[in-house]
Structure formats: structure tokens, C-alpha cells
């Protein structure tokens, strides 16, 4: 069974910097797209940003120009800089993997994003 490891998040200060990082336990075949979402208390879980394994992105319009999403292919990693973070980015953030040719979604665990002054 497949698994995503995320690491990163914290307690960061509005206007400072933030990354994530999420990892594979196995290897991934086909086309695939992996991405970050995000939930804050009493809200939907909402896309953040992803990327495909053709290396198209598409972000949501909150963070464009703040937040950059890659990847490392060759360890089935997804990454997520967040610069300017602003105290609406306040939430739970989970790595998303969708394998196309399986159909198969997988989560990771969440990781906590708080900004505050």
C-alpha cells in the first residue's frame, strides 16, 4: 500500500516563508498527479496546488505569485514553497496523489500551517 509522508509545516509569522514536502513510499506508474490541499476549521478542504507528472501546475487564485509547487520525479516527492504567507493560510495542509491509469487517490497524514503575529 502506497503512502505519502509529509513533512514541514509550523508556526510562522505573517509575511515569512514556509515549505512542505511530501514523499512516496513506493513507486508510482503512469501518469499521475500529486498536489497540496489545504483545510481551515468550519471550511471545505480546498485545492491548494498541483502538479502533473508532465509537469503542469495549477494553482488556486489565493496563493498564485506566493506559493510554488514542484516535484522530484526521481523520488516521487511534491514540494510546496509558500512565501508571503498571510494569516487566511492558516490551516491543515494534506499531500494528494491520483495515480490516472489505477484510479487510486491517497492522502497523507495533514500537516499544520499557522500563521500568526
Known amino acids: 500500500q502506497l503512502q505519502l509522508v509529509e513533512s514541514g509545516g509550523g508556526l510562522v509569522k505573517p509575511g515569512e516563508s514556509l515549505s512542505l514536502s511530501c514523499a512516496a513510499s513506493?513507486?508510482?506508474?503512469?501518469?499521475?498527479?500529486m498536489g497540496w490541499y489545504r483545510q481551515a476549521p468550519g471550511k471545505q478542504r480546498e485545492l491548494v496546488a498541483s502538479?502533473?507528472?508532465?509537469?503542469?501546475?495549477n494553482y488556486a487564485d489565493s496563493v498564485k505569485g506566493r506559493f510554488t509547487i514542484s516535484r522530484d520525479n526521481a523520488k516521487t516527492a511534491v514540494y510546496l514553497q509558500m512565501n508571503s504567507l498571510e494569516p487566511e493560510d492558516t490551516a491543515v495542509y494534506y499531500c494528494?496523489?491520483?495515480?490516472?491509469?489505477?484510479?487510486?487517490?491517497?492522502w497523507g497524514q495533514g500537516t499544520q500551517v499557522t500563521v500568526s503575529s
Open positions: 494528494n496523489l491520483h495515480v490516472i491509469l489505477e484510479n487510486s487517490v491517497y
Open positions: 513506493g513507486g508510482i506508474f503512469g501518469f499521475y498527479v
Open positions: 502538479i502533473t507528472s508532465g509537469d503542469n501546475t
